[in-house]
Every structure is written in structure tokens, then in C-alpha cells.
């Protein structure tokens, strides 16, 4: 293994695209601003808009413009980014232009280079291709892929091979962005840096888990791209199995790529199979109706997309991992679109007392203790708890539940809250690979996820529909309160 050193170039397919604008530019200004991009490094926009660097530098600035808070903009900031700009076009099936990129990418590199994808996942392998054959992706070379890694087991694989033709794995870095999150790194941070949590954290103490992950946007002009998505396979497959991962995963030896991974990648596969045979009973899929959406009327999916679909806007789960630590817990997954409000969470319910020596309204009022990662829009970290409610009663003490809460954006309160990406490129730049995805974790999940897919093809379930504006189709309800469980709302 070659040890990384900082880039010295960043190449950025995709540059002119609304994730490069809305998040990608913005995050290097971010770094930029706080003097963390490496010394002397370039920035290479590169796509099919045939730019000159002044246009792009433009576009660079007005992104800034529209994406940071006037507050935290500064001009020597954004000079310092603008001076690193140059800009080629090119595009991933067209080799003339592939060779001029590989001569720009030469011209401007002074030791390691890190590429990154943001474009339709089909051209990652050419454009991978096509770096190798003009001799700009071997060693020092590193290559950063967005998701979606294909849409199924078998294009995934299909990806991943034809970009491992140039790259080998150690040089790919996968991006699931949630793991740049600040609220996601602190998760591992709650359960690795403290001692209190690690002996509870099993089956014997977890009565079980709940990940929610609501948005209340639509498909927002993506239907093409989502129709042939959905739910489980937009943000299933990545974002939730990943926050999983993070909760259900042995403590690893080491914060570094190998050992983080590698737990991560034990839990993928001891997730129980759901499939045609307990599809029915195990997961529940709506689609969006017209609604209201943070007080607005909002039409349904299909009018959204000017067409009837069978696309599930909305997936929830009964998930198992079968291992010691967690035989018999269920994790509740659910995610939508259109749904009452943007929140990501990670609940965990403990297991009620043992037995309670309280008679009398005490003995009812008892609640099993939580623990809530709040992860968006705030970061929060609440722990429910029982206690004594103030006062004297004859009929003995009565309880109520309280909640030690920890909001971070006040305890650090003057911390910027960061975009997902500013980690992520760090870390990619400077070739720390932790806060990525491996190669068997995206296949593990796909597997997992494909079985689910077809289990509703073949039973021929079709997506429940639900008002925009409301938790899912009411089946929803019954997945959890089967074992006798209910939703934290
Ligand atoms: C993306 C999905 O991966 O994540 C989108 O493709 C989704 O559909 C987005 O809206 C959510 O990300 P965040 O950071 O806003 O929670």
C-alpha cells in the first residue's frame, strides 16, 4: 500500500451540475475559508459545457453567492478558491476530449490527484477508462464515485468492475454523504467515547430501534431519475443501511478505514433476508396523494410526474440483525418523501424495568427509558428518563418522564454547522478513507435491498397511497405495533 499525500489537484466531473453547485463549491469555499485545502492544490471543473475558466469561475462565484449565508462570505476566501480554479471540458464518450483533460490534469498536478464523479454513474467506468489509457490514473490517483453505484446487485457490480479495471479498491472512494454529517460522526463518537452506553447496548437491554429519515420536499423536477428509484433504492439502500451500520456494529478496533469497514460489513450480513416469503408482513411501501406540505397544498406523485407510477415514495421496514447482539430486536426503517417534517433520527428504546416496586398511578406511569439521536434539521441527543413528579400525594409518588437533552448547536454554539461534503473532501483529499463506502458494503446492501424489490414484485405488492403531509399509509402503524411497538412521533 502507497501511502497517501495530500492532492494536489482535484478534478471534478460534473462541475457545472446542481449537486457540484447547491453542495460541492460550496463546501470547498468552506474549506477554503478556514485555510484546510491543501497548500498550492488546483481545482479542475470538467464537463460537457464547453466554459472557459472565467465562465466557470463565475459560475463558481454565483454558487457561492446563492449557497453560503452572506454572514460567513469573505472575499479573500473566495479569491483564494477562485485563483485555484481551471476549467476543460470534456465528456467520458468523446477521447479527444478525454486526452485534453489528461493533459490539463498532468499540466496542473504536482503530486497526487483526486478525481471525483458527479455525473451519471454510467460514465464512471469510461471516464475511468479513459484516464488510464492517457496515463493520468495510476498510482498517487484516487477517485471519488457518488452515488447511486447502479440500481441493482448486477449493476453495481458492473460498475464497480469496470472501475476497478483502472483503480484499484483502495484508490475508490465511495461517497454516501450521510457520513460526512457531523451529527452521523458524532454517533459513533456517543457510542466509542463513552463507557456508559457500550454495556447496554445489546438485545438484552434494547427492546428495539427505530431509524427515521422524513423529508418533506417531493421529487423536486428528479422524477425521471426517481421514478426508476423509489424509496429503498434513493435512500434505503445507502443512507439508512449506513446509520444502521453505525448503530448495530461491533465496537471497531481502530477509527481508520480497514477496522471501521470491516464491522460495518458484518452487520450488512446479518441483516434477515426479507423477501417474497415475508415481504408482505415485514415492510410497507406508499406513494404520496395531494396533501398539505408545511401548510402548503401539494399535488399527489403521479401528477407530480404526469403519469400513473408504481414507484414507492415511502418504505418501511422490520429489519433483524441476526447475531448475538441482537437477536430479536427489530429496526424499524422508514423513509419518504412528502412527509409532516424533515427529520433524521435514531431511537433506542430500552427495555422496561425488571420489575417495578412502585404500586398505586405509579405503576402506569412508568415508560421505558430512550435514548434519541436527533441528527437533522437539529442536532440533539435526548435521554428519556424516569422521575418523581414534584409534589405530595397520599396515594403514593407518581412518575413522569424527563428528557436530558443536549443540543449541540448550543453547547457549540460557535461551531458553523458544516455541509456534509467539507468532511468529505477533506478526507478524500487527504486519502483517509473511513467516511466511505467499501466495495462489499454497497454489494451487501444491494443484495439485501434487491431481495426486498422483488419480494414485491413477485408478491405483486403496489405502493399504499398516503397524504402528503402524513406519516405513510396507516399500515405503517401495524408493522411496529405488531410487537407491540409504537412509532416516536
Ligand atoms: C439523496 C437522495 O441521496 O439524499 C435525495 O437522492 C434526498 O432524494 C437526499 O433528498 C437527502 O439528503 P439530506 O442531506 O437532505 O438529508
Known amino acids: 500500500m502507497t501511502q497517501a499525500t495530500p492532492a494536489s489537484l482535484l478534478t471534478v466531473f460534473g462541475a457545472t451540475g446542481d449537486l457540484a453547485r447547491r453542495m460541492l463549491l460550496p463546501s470547498l469555499y468552506g474549506l477554503q475559508a478556514e485555510n484546510l485545502l491543501p497548500d498550492g492544490m488546483q481545482i479542475l471543473g470538467t464537463a460537457r459545457s464547453e466554459l472557459d475558466r472565467e465562465s466557470f469561475a463565475q459560475l463558481v462565484a454565483d454558487s457561492i453567492a446563492a449557497f453560503i449565508p452572506a454572514t460567513q462570505r469573505n472575499d479573500r476566501a473566495l479569491h483564494g478558491l477562485l485563483e485555484r480554479l481551471d476549467y476543460q471540458p470534456a465528456s467520458a464518450d468523446d477521447d479527444a476530449s478525454m486526452a485534453a483533460l489528461a493533459a490539463t490534469v498532468d499540466r496542473l498536478r504536482h503530486g497526487d490527484v483526486l478525481y471525483h464523479m458527479s455525473t451519471a454513474p454510467k460514465f464512471y467506468g469510461p471516464a475511468c477508462h479513459a484516464l488510464a489509457a492517457h496515463g493520468v490514473a495510476g498510482p498517487g490517483t484516487r477517485v471519488m464515485l457518488e452515488k447511486p453505484i447502479g440500481k441493482d446487485l448486477a449493476s453495481a457490480i458492473a460498475i464497480n468492475d469496470s472501475v476497478a479495471q483502472s483503480f484499484d479498491e483502495e484508490r475508490v472512494y465511495r461517497v454516501d454523504h450521510y457520513l460526512g454529517k457531523e451529527g452521523v460522526q458524532n454517533l459513533i463518537a456517543l457510542r466509542f467515547g463513552n463507557a456508559l452506553f457500550e454495556p447496554?447496548?445489546?438485545?438484552?437491554?434494547?427492546?428495539?430501534?427505530?431509524?427515521?429519515?422524513?423529508?418533506?420536499?417531493?421529487?423536486?423536477?428528479?422524477?425521471?431519475?426517481?421514478?426508476?428509484?423509489?424509496?429503498?433504492?434513493?435512500?434505503?439502500?445507502?443512507?439508512?443501511?449506513?446509520?444502521?451500520?453505525?448503530?448495530?456494529?461491533?465496537?471497531?478496533?481502530?477509527?481508520?478505514?480497514?477496522?471501521?469497514?470491516?464491522?460495518?460489513?458484518?452487520?450488512?450480513?446479518?441483516?434477515?433476508?426479507?423477501?417474497?416469503?415475508?415481504?408482505?408482513?415485514?415492510?410497507?411501501?406508499?406513494?404520496?396523494?395531494?396533501?398539505?406540505?408545511?401548510?402548503?397544498?401539494?399535488?399527489?406523485?403521479?401528477?407530480?410526474?404526469?403519469?400513473?407510477?408504481?414507484?414507492?415514495?415511502?418504505?418501511?421496514?422490520?429489519?433483524?440483525?441476526?447475531?448475538?447482539?441482537?437477536?430479536?430486536?427489530?429496526?424499524?426503517?422508514?423513509?419518504?418523501?412528502?412527509?409532516?417534517?424533515?427529520?433524521?433520527?435514531?431511537?433506542?428504546?430500552?427495555?422496561?424495568?425488571?420489575?417495578?416496586?412502585?404500586?398505586?398511578?405509579?405503576?402506569?406511569?412508568?415508560?421505558?427509558?430512550?435514548?434519541?439521536?436527533?441528527?437533522?434539521?437539529?442536532?440533539?441527543?435526548?435521554?428519556?428518563?424516569?422521575?418523581?413528579?414534584?409534589?405530595?400525594?397520599?396515594?403514593?409518588?407518581?412518575?413522569?418522564?424527563?428528557?436530558?437533552?443536549?443540543?449541540?448547536?448550543?453547547?457549540?454554539?460557535?461551531?458553523?454547522?458544516?455541509?456534509?461534503?467539507?468532511?468529505?473532501?477533506?478526507?478524500?483529499?487527504?486519502g483517509n478513507g473511513t467516511l466511505f463506502v467499501r466495495r462489499d458494503e454497497t454489494e451487501a446492501a444491494w443484495q439485501w435491498v434487491d431481495a426486498i424489490a422483488g419480494g414485491w414484485r413477485e408478491a405483486g405488492m403496489v405502493p399504499k397511497p398516503y397524504p402528503a403531509g402524513t406519516w405513510g399509509p396507516s399500515a405503517t402503524v401495524s408493522l411496529v405495533d405488531r410487537l407491540g411497538h409504537a412509532w416516536r412521533e
Not at 279 to 285: F, N, R
Not at 343 to 369: C, H, L, W
Not at 373 to 387: H, N, T, V, Y
Request: proline share 5%.
Open 200 to 430: 447496554l447496548w445489546n438485545a438484552r437491554h434494547i427492546e428495539q430501534v427505530q431509524i427515521t429519515v422524513g423529508e418533506t420536499v417531493g421529487v423536486e423536477g428528479r422524477g425521471d431519475y426517481y421514478d426508476d428509484s423509489g424509496a429503498l433504492r434513493d435512500m434505503l439502500q445507502n443512507h439508512l443501511l449506513q446509520l444502521l451500520c453505525l448503530v448495530a456494529m461491533e465496537p471497531p478496533a481502530r477509527f481508520d478505514p480497514t477496522a471501521v469497514r470491516n464491522e460495518k460489513i458484518k452487520v450488512l450480513r446479518s441483516l434477515r433476508a426479507i423477501d417474497r416469503s415475508n415481504v408482505a408482513t415485514e415492510s410497507v411501501i406508499g406513494q404520496y396523494t395531494a396533501g398539505a406540505s408545511d401548510g402548503v397544498a401539494v399535488p399527489g406523485y403521479a401528477d407530480e410526474l404526469g403519469r400513473a407510477s408504481r414507484t414507492e415514495t415511502f418504505v418501511a421496514l422490520r429489519a433483524h440483525v441476526d447475531n448475538w447482539r441482537w437477536s430479536g430486536v427489530p429496526f424499524y426503517l422508514r423513509t419518504g418523501k412528502r412527509l409532516p417534517s424533515r427529520s433524521t433520527e435514531i431511537y433506542i428504546q430500552f427495555r422496561k424495568v425488571p420489575y417495578s416496586i412502585f404500586g398505586g398511578p405509579a405503576a402506569t406511569d412508568m415508560q421505558p427509558n430512550g435514548l434519541l439521536i436527533k441528527l437533522q434539521p437539529e442536532e440533539r441527543i435526548e435521554l428519556d428518563l424516569m422521575s418523581k413528579t414534584p409534589g405530595l400525594d397520599r396515594n403514593g409518588l407518581r412518575l413522569s418522564q424527563v428528557a436530558l437533552d443536549l443540543d449541540f448547536h448550543q453547547e457549540f454554539a460557535n461551531a458553523r454547522k458544516r455541509i456534509a461534503y467539507e468532511r468529505l473532501y477533506l478526507d478524500a483529499l487527504e
